[in-house]
């Protein structure tokens, strides 16, 4: 039996939903699976022990990024998975005012046309020197690095390995196992 649901209590305060706004859109966002947080989990710790020595710091959703906001569109957020925050000047409290070097995502049924297409474009016309999209049913790496003319040039590789940052020297994600994490309840 399903319980009802609480919107507002006397101790509990109102639970906003989660969404992204893109150029005046908005998109709803549901809650990620166990094994979608799960990943985020191990890539984003791997990422924070390698990218302290570049300066950057690893952040993970819910965190408002505005991509677009030196191009003048202080309207457009979104909340990728993991991000860099490289640049101390744009990271506030609870956003970041710019486009990140780096941003992976990780594929959920419900989102799939959303990151590899709307995002891709948005995180391109941004300026995001290098976008990876994980895919766990698959065990893919879309793996995205703007060029000289500021355009996506992919890669589809197995995510099985090792796979460098291209953006960041001597820094990689070990894709050994992360997809064979442990499943909960029969999850």
């Known amino acids: 039996m399903a319980l009802p649901e609480k919107i507002n ?3 509990q305060g109102l639970v906003e939903p989660r ?17 979608h947080q799960a990943i985020i989990l ?9 990218l302290a020595s570049h300066g950057c710091a690893v952040i993970t959703a819910p965190f408002d990024v505005y991509p677009l906001y030196d191009q003048g569109d202080e309207e457009t957020f979104v909340q990728p998975d993991i991000f860099t925050a490289c640049e101390q000047p744009l990271l506030e409290e609870n956003r970041y005012l710019g486009a990140p070097r780096f941003i992976v995502e990780v594929l959920s ?4 046309s959303y990151d590899m297409m ?10 995001v020197k290098e976008y990876w999209i994980i895919d766990p049913s698959d065990r893919l790496l879309y793996k995205s690095v703007l060029n000289s003319r500021n355009v996506y040039v992919p890669a589809e590789i197995e995510a099985k390995d ?3 940052i291209d953006i960041f020297p001597g820094v990689e994600v070990d894709f050994t196992g992360i997809f064979d994490l442990p499943r909960l309840g029969g999850l």
Do not use: C, D, H, W
């Open 9 to 11: 209590t006397a101790n």
């Open 19 to 35: 969404f992204e706004r893109i150029r005046g859109a908005e998109y709803a966002m549901g809650s990620p699976s166990y094994i």
């Open 42 to 50: 191990e890539i984003g710790a791997q990422l924070k022990k390698q």
């Open 109 to 112: 049924p419900t989102n799939r």
């Open 118 to 127: 709307t995002k891709y474009t948005l995180y391109m016309a941004a300026g």
């Open 162 to 164: 090792a796979v460098a």
